[in-house]
């Protein structure tokens, strides 16, 4: 299921003048430890040395290969925005549907660029057993990346924000736990605004009701947990603030087209872009590329990512 690999160190090492295929499964961090070479990604060749990092998104793939005379050895790890649902602010999960929806879906950061230094910094750390403790460091890249993004795409002063602004500025900074915890008239009255304001502003903003957001929110968090657990459908929709059944399965089967039994056996039998890679290749230790080899495509429709929820 979806998220063993998620925020977890491997190594990757690529013969002299061979390749690595990059599956296309979630967000990936790589950092170039060793040798030189290149990433190919949408017909354009990226040169990359030692200490470069490289983040690509979930809807980029590309090829990573190593010129002579040495092997390339490079860090990776997988981000699954999903699986932090409840942790992020919307203004990050803004963010993050900004980087993603990039033409090219790839940055490359120098070797000398604080984020680089920092990916170097974080995996030269002595070895942390998987779990906690790891994730907790890797993640650290995570919010690095969003700082970087955060101070290109600075937000006006306040001064010269309109009311419409204002609001979304507000709302954009709750975590989802905390917006969905508020009702529309405390969200009101921390506005300032009467509900009926509230709601009239919100949808000039983001295009849909308060309640609407939210039930959005929900639906995701619940494909979520379907594609990551065996929980029981009654168990997930109760995590998601569904008391009746009946209503949960009405909402999802609007959103992504089946129930939810249907829809997680579909995910099961046809994994999609963005889930973990097979397990020979995300093995612990060096990964040793050999001839390159091809990712099967994926040509049906994925429901909406996490990173992809918002407005």
Same mark, same amino acid.
């Given at each position: ?62 090829? *990573? ?9 490079? =860090? ?11 942790? *992020? ?17 790839? !940055? ?15 995996? =030269? ?10 994730? =907790? ?44 915890? *508020?009702?529309?008239?405390? *969200?009101?009255?921390?506005? $300032? ?33 379907? !594609?990551?657990?065996?929980? /029981? ?6 995590? =998601? $603030? ?29 994994? !999609?872009?963005? /889930? ?5 290749? !995300?093995?612990? $230790?060096?990964?040793?590329?050999? /001839? ?20």
């Amino acid at each position: 299921m979806l998220g063993n690999d998620h925020l977890v160190f491997s190594t990757i090492q690529v013969a002299p003048g061979r390749e690595w295929n990059n599956p296309v499964a979630g967000w990936r961090f790589l950092l170039i430890r060793k040798g030189r070479g290149s990433y190919v990604a949408q017909s354009t060749s990226h040169p990359v040395g030692q200490g470069d990092a490289l983040v690509l998104t979930s809807s980029t793939g590309g090829l *990573l290969q190593a010129h002579p005379p040495t092997d390339l050895v490079a =860090c990776l790890f997988r981000f699954y925005p999903e699986q932090l649902i409840g942790l *992020l602010t919307l203004a990050e999960w803004r963010l993050l549907e900004t980087i993603a929806i990039r033409p090219d879906g790839l !940055r490359v950061f120098p070797s000398e660029s604080p984020f680089a230094r920092q990916y170097h910094n974080l995996a =030269c750390q002595p070895s942390l057993a998987d779990g906690l403790a790891q994730r =907790c460091v890797v993640l650290q890249l995570v919010a690095a990346l969003l700082a970087d993004e955060s101070h290109a795409n600075p937000l006006e002063a306040s001064h010269h924000l309109t009311a419409g602004d204002r609001v979304n500025d507000f709302i954009t900074h709750l975590s989802e736990s905390q917006l969905q915890d *508020l009702s529309v008239s405390e *969200l009101a009255r921390k506005c $300032g605004y009467s509900r009926r304001h509230l709601n009239r502003l919100f949808h000039k903003n983001f295009g849909r009701s308060i309640a609407g957001l939210k039930m959005r929110m929900r639906l995701e968090k619940a494909a979520a947990l379907l !594609r990551a657990s065996d929980g /029981k459908i009654i168990d997930v929709a109760m995590e =998601c $603030g569904f008391t009746h059944p009946g209503m949960f399965s009405a909402r999802f089967k609007q959103r992504y087209g089946a129930n939810p039994s249907q829809w997680r056996r579909t995910e099961e039998a046809n994994p !999609r872009d963005g /889930k973990p890679i097979a397990l020979a290749e !995300r093995a612990p $230790g060096p990964v040793m590329a050999g /001839k390159p080899q091809s990712t099967p495509a994926r040509n049906r429709p994925a429901p909406v990512s996490a990173a992809q929820t918002l407005l």
